[in-house]
Every structure is written in C-alpha cells, then in structure tokens.
C-alpha cells in the first residue's frame, strides 16, 4: 500500500473526486498526526463556518441590485468606491456540501444572495430608496471556491510527503508524529486562510427560484 498521503494527493488530482470524501481523508489525517488547526479548517468546511473566521478564498464579488416596482430588478450605482465594495463582496460561510450543491442545481449561470435584513436596511437608506436588494454573482465563483479546497488538500498532501510523512497502511510511526508536530509548516499551515463574514441567503438567479437560508 502506498500510505493514506499519497492516495490523497492521487485523490486530489481527480478532476471527479467527491470533495467530501476528500476532507473525511484529510481529518483522518490530521487527527491521527494531532494537528488541531488542521482539524478545526476541515470541520468548518463540512459544518460551515458559523461565526467562526472565514477563508479569504470564500470572497465573491458580484452586482447589487434593487427591485424597482415597475422595472423589476434594476443595478444599484453606489456613490463611492468604498461603498460599492462593502456592499458588493463577501464571504460565504456555507458548509462545503452546500456550495456544491448550489452549484449542481443551478439552473443558470448567476446566483442571487438575499442581503440580511439590517444591511438591507442600511443600503436603503444610503440610496434614499426603501426596497430589497440583492446580490446577484456569477456561481463560477462557487467553483472556484470548491476548486480552491481541493488545491489546498491537495498541497497539504504533497507538504506532508516532502516532510516524510505518507501513513504507510493508515498508520503513522512515531517520528511521522513528531515532524507533523514540529515542522511549522505543517502546523501553521492554515494560517493565512483566514477572514469573516455574516449570515446569507442564496437562490437561483430568477425572481421565482425558492430561497435557501444558510
């Protein structure tokens, strides 16, 4: 056999690879080589981030919009360059499984995200305008995220074999133990994923489409 590492790095480059089974294999992984940070990036991958801190990789960017009670939805033109950022990027902070599913069941090429109701609230009174408005972005950027995680295990992965771990038959010896632990490039390997982001609601990009809280 030619260790759980090596099968994951092999995992990884499969462009049909289920994204779940390749993080179940990495916490194993991770746990068995008791790398905690590791571990905590794999699980708010599965579950969702929460509140917790979001990967700068989730970032989307896309077009605000206002529902105009005559001419539907219609572009909003922020008045100033900082405000049509914050109001137009975020974070998402959806479980990994959730993005793909968005992304499988999309029936076009965009996506809209309800914004929360305070922001609502406050973009309306930026604009002078009392409506909804959403975010409306293209879902090849929920590839690029699902598409991004797959890259990360996969240089994990290859970090870990550089460094002379490869779990011969799901097993690691000792000293594979002790370079996973002292090796900070292992250690510290998540440390520059980090952001944040508040609660979204997404659906398909059409006025019909059934909206999906997450």
Known sequence: MNGIVLELQKESMDKKADIESLLRKSYVIARK??????????QCEQEGYGK?????YRMIQGQLK???PVRGWIPVVMDSAVAEKAFTK?????????LYDLYQNAESS???MNLPAETNKY?????GFNTQFRLEFGKNQIYSILSRVKNNILDWALTLEESGIVGRDYSFSEEEKKIAQEKTEITNYIT????TATDVQMQQGNTNSEQSKF
């Open 66 to 68: 206002a529902l105009n």
């Open 192 to 195: 520059n994923f980090w952001g």
């Open 52 to 56: 917790k801190e979001v990967p700068e």
């Open 90 to 98: 975020t974070k998402l902070p959806n479980s990994i499984s959730e």
């Open 33 to 42: 080589l008791k790398l905690p940070e590791f571990q905590e990036w794999i």
């Open 123 to 127: 973009v309306a009174k930026c604009c």
């Open 110 to 112: 965009m996506l809209v």
